[in-house]
């Protein structure tokens, strides 16, 4: 086994020389990802509160038919414009994020008790009208509740009668639980460390050494060729995880500034949560240095392997979308999917859940065992010529 250690050494100390190598592979993502995460939640929230809280600037289609109404709205501070003369294209050209429209019948279906209508015209696919649309029908329904309410007094009806039922929203989620919501890049960023970083490793030590023509004379040394390929992977094994941990340790000395009051949250990366994260996340850093190992050693040169590197880097995307845009409760089926299942044991942790242990058993056990089969086809290519002067 002297030799597979030999290797090993040999791996990491060229690329800890390579200074732009070990700068991708072991920084720029622990860098890059938290100052994502926190430049992220601070324009948001001060976007959210400006658009919240600036004046809201609405166009009247037919105020004439509304009085009562318009001057409603202007008390709440809402400003009314003068009408554009084509409502729909000035929304749909983005001069004006909503418009209000009151059809000349509104009169008539007023006096007859019957419901008025009143159009709010807007383009709910461009988020930059959702808060002034919101603002907008939030008002027309405190206008229409509150005349609802004086003609059931009128009527000696007591308004109570038209609201049969009362409907509170009860609100089990903790500051923890919601700061899971602010965190949910975060298993996304340690899947695409885990690739990322053994990726130039993998590429450097099979494609690299057959371009620089130094993997012959590798082989010719009385080593067995599987103990060479092993030590070539756990030293891509090794950058991986060192990546990972760099990125859970900055993301635990950045969430201190991010904008956690604002948010209502309650973040905090300890010690036991980075070990947990690190547990879970370890053998997707195994399964990433096998695959990516095994593909860098199939190409000819540097710049064929990178171009198999473009299209791996997706695999870890494609759970963590799936993720985010079809949030589920886990299952222990779900254990047994690599990556989906980290994703899944990540957002749990950050809830402050408490995970069965045969869940992590399984999403771990099962992730390594798949890593190591890679890893041994992978130790036996080094065995087939064509592989090596292919």
């Known amino acids: 086994m002297n030799g597979l250690w030999t290797v090993f050494r040999k791996e990491i100390r060229e690329n800890l020389r390579d200074r732009r190598a070990a700068f991708n592979s072991l920084l720029l993502g622990p860098i890059l990802f938290p100052f994502l995460i926190i430049g992220l939640s601070y324009f948001a929230v001060v976007k959210q509160e400006q658009r919240a809280e600036e004046t809201l600037e609405i166009p009247v289609v037919g105020a004439q038919n509304a009085p009562n109404l318009v001057r409603f709205l202007e008390q709440q501070g809402l400003v009314v414009l003068e009408a554009p003369e084509n409502p729909e294209a000035a929304v749909r050209d983005q001069s004006h994020a909503a418009i209000i429209r009151i059809p000349d019948g509104f009169g008539e279906q007023w006096n007859a008790g019957e419901p008025a209508l009143v159009e709010v015209i807007a383009d709910p696919s461009r988020r930059e009208s959702d808060i002034p649309m919101r603002r907008v029908k939030r008002l027309l329904g405190a206008y229409g509740q509150q005349i609802g309410t004086l003609r059931l007094q009128l009527r000696g009806v007591a308004p109570s009668v038209s609201s049969p039922l009362m409907v509170k929203d009860v609100d089990l989620s903790t500051p923890q639980s919601r700061g899971a919501l602010a965190m949910i890049f975060l298993p996304y960023f340690l899947m695409i460390t885990a690739f990322t970083g053994g990726m130039h490793i993998a590429i450097d030590a099979t494609a690299g050494e057959k371009e620089r023509k130094s993997l012959e004379p590798l082989l010719?040394?009385?080593?067995?060729?599987?103990?060479?390929?092993?030590?070539?992977?756990?030293?891509?094994?090794?950058?991986?995880?060192?990546?990972?941990?760099?990125?859970?340790?900055?993301?635990?000395?950045?969430?201190?500034?991010?904008?956690?009051?604002?948010?209502?949250?309650?973040?905090?990366?300890?010690?036991?949560?980075?070990?947990?994260?690190?547990?879970?996340?370890?053998?997707?850093?195994?399964?990433?240095?096998?695959?990516?190992?095994?593909?860098?050693?199939?190409?000819?040169?540097?710049?064929?392997?990178?171009?198999?590197?473009?299209?791996?880097?997706?695999?870890?995307?494609?759970?963590?979308?799936?993720?985010?845009?079809?949030?589920?409760?886990?299952?222990?089926?779900?254990?047994?999917?690599?990556?989906?299942?980290?994703?899944?044991?990540?957002?749990?942790?950050?809830?402050?859940?408490?995970?069965?242990?045969?869940?992590?058993?399984?999403?771990?056990?099962?992730?390594?065992?798949?890593?190591?089969?890679?890893?041994?086809?992978?130790?036996?290519?080094?065995?087939?010529?064509?592989?090596?002067?292919?």
Do not use: H
């Not at 859940?353 to 390594?368: A, D, F, K, Q």
């Not at 992978?378 to 064509?386: E, G, I, K, V, Y």
């Open 220 to 390: 010719i040394n009385p080593v067995p060729r599987w103990q060479v390929m092993t030590g070539k992977m756990l030293a891509c094994t090794a950058f991986a995880l060192a990546s990972l941990l760099l990125t859970l340790v900055s993301f635990k000395l950045a969430i201190p500034f991010m904008p956690t009051g604002a948010l209502g949250i309650d973040l905090e990366l300890g010690s036991g949560m980075i070990a947990k994260m690190l547990l879970v996340v370890g053998p997707v850093a195994v399964l990433a240095a096998s695959l990516l190992t095994m593909l860098a050693t199939f190409a000819k040169g540097f710049r064929e392997a990178q171009s198999y590197m473009g299209l791996v880097i997706f695999i870890p995307m494609i759970p963590s979308m799936l993720f985010m845009v079809n949030p589920t409760s886990p299952e222990t089926w779900m254990m047994t999917i690599p990556m989906f299942s980290q994703n899944l044991l990540i957002a749990e942790f950050l809830r402050g859940e408490v995970v069965p242990m045969s869940w992590l058993y399984i999403s771990s056990g099962g992730t390594l065992l798949l890593g190591l089969l890679l890893a041994a086809f992978a130790a036996t290519l080094f065995n087939r010529p064509r592989v090596i002067f292919g």
